[in-house]
Nanobody, 112 residues
Framework: EVQLVEPGAGFVLPGGVLTLSCAAS????????VTWARQAPGKGFEWVSA????????YYADSMKGRFTISRDNDKNIVYLHMYSLKPEDTAVYYC?????WGQGTQVTVSS
């Protein structure tokens, strides 16, 4: 069974930092482009960031540039999303996506 797991749910204050991770079972994550997407309460899905299989190319939505960093450790089969200067509008369920598989999502809440 192919699964993606995203531990790292958290509640943070505005301006805080949080790192999400995406771990795979049932397939080799290191050969896949990995995407992060999110869904805020009452809104549709929003593309956040992506990283190619080798980690040499990264992409960000405009609102995340300079605040989010995507990285990967192919030896550990994990992809990370490092989030800085978090804002209340970053509150959402975050999903990693790879090989046409979605993780179960992890809740991030930014609030004072």
């Amino acid at each position: 069974e192919v699964q993606l797991v995203e531990p790292g749910a958290g509640f943070v204050l505005p301006g805080g930092v949080l790192t999400l991770s995406c771990a795979a079972s049932g397939f080799t994550l290191s050969i896949s482009t990995v995407t992060w997407a999110r869904q805020a309460p009452g809104k549709g899905f929003e593309w956040v960031s992506a990283i190619n299989s080798g980690g040499g190319s990264t992409y960000y939505a405009d609102s995340m540039k300079g605040r989010f960093t995507i990285s990967r450790d192919n030896d550990k089969n994990i992809v990370y999303l490092h989030m800085y200067s978090l804002k209340p509008e970053d509150t959402a369920v975050y999903y990693c996506v790879a090989a046409k598989t979605w993780g179960q999502g992890t809740q991030v809440t930014v609030s004072s």
